[in-house]
């Protein structure tokens, strides 16, 4: 069955701007969770959904959220965009909530702010 | 406070050579599961192992196997007779899990790992 799929692969927005991602879990998967990675702060929680709300947010300032809809599918948007939040964002989907199921990655979107 | 140490940030070894990755981990918790991911130039994470903090057995899977020491809070991942397709970077992680409640997981820096033909 196929993978977990995020959109677009690559994009490049200006400071200011905002940006929304999308990821679609795994057939029969019902738990989106996402992630930052930099080259300075690492991979970080950014939080995890399922059944349409958001059962846990990491450190993250407001300018980050996300949702889910009834199909699992879940998008994440970054408003006012900084120079700091040029990464790598990866989506993950798991069959049930909570880190106790394994989750299976996305090849993730590179988010580029000039 | 959760915390997860990789030391290691780049190692290189030739082909076939056995390489150990380390990895340190802090936490208050008895109840808690660790993890390792590997991450090829694609991208991904790609799921390796979970374990939980009773269980302290080691596992071996292939050519891939991991010592999980709660004495020394180390869980740390062996490639035996390592190939040129291991190179990557691999990432260890926690996570302080309850299954009523909402979890995090916290990843180390992660090691970079290159197999020289």
């Known amino acids: 069955k196929a993978g977990v799929t995020q959109t677009p692969r690559y994009l490049i927005k200006t400071r200011g701007q905002q940006v929304t991602l999308s990821c679609s879990p795994i057939s029969g998967h019902r738990s989106v969770s996402w992630y930052q990675q930099t080259p300075g702060q690492g991979l970080q929680f950014l939080f995890e959904?399922?059944?349409?709300?958001?059962?846990n947010k990491g450190n993250f300032p407001g300018r980050f959220s996300g949702r889910q809809f009834s199909n699992s599918r879940s998008e994440m948007n970054v408003s006012t965009l900084e120079l700091g939040d040029s990464a790598l964002y990866l989506c993950?989907?798991?069959?049930?909530?909570?880190?106790?199921?394994?989750?299976?990655f996305g090849p993730g979107t590179r988010l580029t702010v000039l | 406070a959760q915390k997860v140490t990789q030391a290691q940030t780049e190692i290189s070894v030739v082909e076939k050579e056995d390489v150990t990755l380390d990895c340190v981990y802090e936490?208050?918790?008895?109840?808690?599961?660790l993890f390792w991911y590997k991450q090829p130039p694609s991208g991904e994470l790609v799921f390796l192992i979970r374990r939980n903090s009773f269980d302290e057995q080691n596992e071996i899977s292939g050519r891939y196997s991991w010592n999980f020491q709660k004495s020394t809070s180390s869980f740390n991942f062996t490639i035996t007779a390592s190939q040129v397709v291991d190179s990557a970077v691999y990432f260890c992680?926690?996570?302080?899990?309850?299954?009523?409640?909402?979890?995090?997981?916290?990843f180390g820096s992660g090691t970079r790992l290159s197999i020289r033909p």
């Open positions: 959904y399922f059944s349409e709300t958001q059962r």
């Open positions: 993950a989907s798991s069959l049930a909530f909570g880190q106790l199921n394994e989750q299976f």
């Open positions: 936490t208050r918790d008895t109840t808690y599961y």
């Open positions: 992680a926690l996570s302080e899990e309850s299954r009523s409640s909402a979890s995090k997981i916290i």
